[in-house]
């Protein structure tokens, strides 16, 4: 069957959208033309409690790089997502919680939500955390996440969220790179239904950071009903705490620049970076493109089935659709337990208008033919979005037809932990879709494409994405590192922000992206670095050395190939591949377990002792015709071993 290749907005989508073709040109152009003007306006989106006067102060010049918006402004998240909602939206529900299991669920209003958050935060007050103290929430998909992340934004205190999936010595270096006197997690998360140790985790992670342990307090949430090692005079039941706390809290009243939180995530190099975001600018922009990009109006049902450990989870199930008062579906599971109809399900049972998922989710889904939606309803859905990588047309297709029944707009949203939020993307009501293609830019969005050199090309063309100039949700630095934060990202091409991106232009000026062209793997959706899996694979007493490529994979998008050379008097075996990988499993997360782990006795190296990860990826991916050249290798033999002994996936 052959697909269309663009797909003009429906009429559907035209009537009930908040922005047209027309307006996205006019307010685009204005945007990028006036950004203090156009800031000025959509800033008041938020409640302040201060006004403020300033708009912008930005700068991407090496040396000097800095973003400020609304920097004499004065706010409170928390209030923005909940006190004011209470005069007209008390009562409406803020989460449908959907448990592990389909017989499990909880609803929180607007009104609930707000009083347990202020218990919490009167509850950490207590325990002597304030303003810019650093609190780690290592919780499952439970709606005590949200609340902790906003009972933190309450009181100024800045939270690190840590996914739930992370191994203990995971939990310990952030939780130790930040600082955090108080850690917020529970007995155990229940996914696809198996149990998760966390706090047991928790405890190994303090446990082994020994005397930099810098955690006070561990408030620990009852849910799985575990018994736990109850370390007297450090923790405290969530229960308990909140049992004697009032539902009313002062909010602490804070600059527009002044952290919300840091979110840790992978790079090219080196430890996991503390990406460091403020709170006026991230909070008008994680509102602003939630109402638009999802074309969100009031009664609307939004699910966002990421996980509140990832910057999605941050911006799209707490910050963006709280500010706009909207109604979530939050839910602790998988998508194919029990069965793989139970997104379908889900679907159908709160009758979500909006899902926001991810590739990953769809491809594993659509493996099983149509029987993930067959006999289901889904006549309530009117968008549907995707985050986290690119998605090939053939799941897009799969989507829009088997899901979207062919009515429903997909927004492909191009966007990083970095950003705070989405960059580049249609909006349903006003962008004609091509399969595959992010399409446009968000407002005062300014991407470029450069190529290696720097050269910015002109017109349809293929490089390195980059952006031109600040937005009001962007980074602004990583925690306790401005040197690292403005070398990472504004040195390889000076005065631009470099995504790490690659990414084609077409003759409509639609971007689509096209993969890393970093170190950094893409794995169902999820960030990881090929320097962190290969410094954890040495550390293996088995291991000399080891190089870590991606591949394409059917269902992740990419898998995690090693190449592993053995220590001298070591003999590889199938018994040591399974030990190698539990290795990884245990120190990182099962996220970053390897696929494939081929022994090797050697790497091809450059002659300066460089792994040559080109010619690795060539043969991960299985085009050793195309390796290009290998006569800088210090020994090509090794090529040949390399190639004859490939694993296939
Ligand atoms: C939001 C999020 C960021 C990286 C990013 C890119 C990839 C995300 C994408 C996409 C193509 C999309 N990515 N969305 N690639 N199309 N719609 O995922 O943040 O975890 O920081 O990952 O994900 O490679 O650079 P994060």
Not at 106 to 134: I, S, W
Not at 316 to 338: K, Q, R
Not at 622 to 634: V, Y
């Amino acid at each position: 069957m052959t697909h269309p290749s663009v797909y003009p907005v429906t009429p559907e989508a035209l009537q009930r959208t908040w922005l047209d073709n027309d307006a996205y040109l006019a307010m685009y152009q204005q945007s990028v033309e006036d950004p203090d003007g156009f800031w000025r306006e959509h800033g008041q989106r938020l409640q302040w409690m201060r006004p403020y006067t300033q708009v912008r102060d930005t700068s991407f010049t090496l040396g000097n790089v800095h973003a400020h918006w609304f920097a004499d402004g004065v706010l409170n998240a928390s209030v923005n997502c909940l006190d004011r909602h209470l005069p007209e939206h008390a009562n409406q529900v803020a989460y449908f919680w959907e448990g592990d299991s389909p017989d499990v669920q909880r609803t929180m209003t607007y009104r609930q939500l707000y009083e347990e958050v202020c218990r919490l935060a009167n509850g950490m007050r207590q325990l002597g955390v304030g303003k810019g103290d650093r609190v780690t929430i290592y919780l499952p998909m439970i709606p005590e996440a949200a609340v902790a992340m906003l009972a933190c934004a309450r009181i100024g205190a800045v939270h690190s969220v840590v996914f739930a999936g992370f191994s203990p010595d995971a939990l310990g270096s952030r939780i130790e790179d930040c600082g955090s006197k108080l850690v917020i997690t529970a007995d155990q998360g229940l996914r696809g239904a198996r149990t998760t140790p966390l706090k047991d985790n928790t405890d190994l992670a303090l446990g082994h950071l020994g005397k930099a342990n810098p955690v006070e307090h561990v408030i620990v949430v009852k849910h799985v009903g575990q018994n736990i090692d109850e370390h007297a005079g450090r923790d405290i039941w969530y229960h308990d705490l909140l049992a004697s706390q009032p539902g009313d809290c002062e909010p602490e009243p804070m600059n527009a620049e002044d952290p919300l939180f840091i979110l840790y995530t992978s790079g090219s190099t080196g430890k996991p970076k503390g990406v460091l975001h403020t709170t006026g600018g991230y909070m008008v922009w994680a509102a602003m493109t939630h109402q638009y990009v999802f074309d969100y109006h009031p009664g609307d049902v939004y699910w966002c089935s990421a996980d509140v450990g990832w910057v999605t989870g941050h911006s799209y199930i707490v910050y963006g659709p709280l500010a706009n008062a909207a109604t979530s579906v939050m839910f602790e599971g998988i998508p194919t337990y029990p069965s793989i109809k139970r997104i379908a399900q889900i679907i159908d049972k709160y009758r979500v208008n909006i899902l926001y998922t991810a590739p990953t989710a769809i491809r594993a889904l659509m493996a099983h033919g149509t029987a993930a939606v067959d006999g289901m309803d889904l006549s309530s859905l009117k968008v549907l979005g995707s985050v986290g990588e690119p998605i090939n047309p053939e799941a897009w297709n799969w989507y829009h037809e088997q899901v979207g029944k062919s009515r429903c707009p997909i927004v492909d949203t191009w966007w990083q932990t970095e950003t705070g939020g989405i960059l580049i993307t249609p909006l349903p009501g006003a962008t004609a879709l091509k399969p595959g293609s992010a399409t446009r830019p968000f407002f005062s969005v300014r991407p470029a494409i450069v190529d290696n050199e720097g050269k910015m090309l002109d017109g349809a063309c293929e490089g390195n994405l980059v952006l031109l100039g600040s937005w009001p949700g962007q980074m602004r630095t990583l925690f306790g590192d401005h040197e690292r934060f403005e070398q990472t990202y504004f040195s390889t091409y000076p005065g631009m922000y470099f995504t790490g991106d690659g990414a084609r232009r077409d003759e409509d000026g639609y971007y689509w992206l096209t993969g890393r062209v970093d170190d950094v793997l893409n794995v169902s959706g999820h960030r990881l670095g090929t320097a962190e899996i290969e410094s954890c694979l040495v550390a293996h007493e088995a291991i000399a050395e080891a190089a870590v490529v991606g591949y394409p994979h059917d269902i992740k998008g990419q898998g995690i190939y090693v190449f592993v050379a053995p220590r001298v008097g070591v003999e590889p075996s199938e018994e040591l591949t399974k030990a190698v990988r539990e290795w990884v499993r245990r120190d990182i997360s099962a996220i970053a377990t390897p696929d494939l782990i081929q022994w090797t006795p050697g790497l091809p190296k450059t002659r300066s002792g460089k792994i040559m990860r080109r010619i690795l990826r060539k043969i991960a991916a299985n085009e050793h015709d195309s390796l290009g050249d290998i006569t800088t290798l210090a020994d090509p033999s090794v090529v040949e071993h390399l190639i004859e002994h490939r694993l296939n996936a």
